[in-house]
């Protein structure tokens, strides 16, 4: 699982602990005085949302949360946004081979450019639109029988 280390400082706790329960997929360990910030998927944080827990809290701190975060990452990369966000991510190493002809591949190449993306991002996007259009699809389907079984329920007593 890619992580992160802050030193165990007031203000690194209550972040850490902050992006734990914010259900950001976060896992948060103390070891000493290391805090190791672990995470599955990546997240987004912003000075404004550390300011609003932390009061004091100064861009020289966010400067330095930012460093500390960048130094220590393993499995992940930190990318600032703007100079009061900025987010961590896995570590793209996961791999997908696929068969195409040069027909099918010519037309990727061409939407792909048409969107101003990489070849990969582009079927990467789309693979995660399925994917998430997919998952809504059983969802709803979940729901509606779930509604069928309660209204013929209904009927019956």
């Given at each position: 699982m890619p992580m992160f280390k802050l030193r165990a400082t007031e203000n690194n706790l209550r972040i850490a602990e902050f992006l734990e329960t914010a259900e950001r997929g976060v896992k948060v360990e103390r070891h000493g005085?290391?805090?190791?910030?672990?995470?599955?998927?990546?997240?987004?944080?912003?000075?404004?949302e550390v300011g609003s827990i932390i009061r004091g809290?100064?861009?020289?701190?966010?400067?330095?949360?930012?460093?500390?975060?960048?130094?220590?990452?393993v499995g992940g990369k930190v990318q600032e946004f703007s100079d009061a966000s900025f987010g961590v991510r896995p570590t793209r190493?996961?791999?997908?081979?696929?068969?195409?002809?040069?027909?099918?591949?010519?037309?990727?190449?061409?939407a792909a450019v048409l969107e101003g993306?990489?070849?990969?991002?582009?079927i990467?996007?789309?693979?995660?639109k399925a994917a998430s259009e997919a998952f809504d699809k059983e969802t709803a389907m979940r729901m509606m029988k779930r509604k069928q079984k309660e209204n013929s329920h209904a009927y019956v007593s």
């Open positions: 005085d290391e805090i190791l910030v672990k995470f599955k998927y990546g997240f987004t944080i912003t000075l404004l809290f100064t861009r020289r701190d966010w400067r330095n949360l930012i460093k500390e975060a960048k130094e220590t990452i190493s996961e791999r997908i081979y696929i068969r195409l002809d040069p027909l099918e591949k010519e037309t990727i190449q061409e993306k990489s070849l990969s991002e582009f990467r996007s789309a693979a995660l």
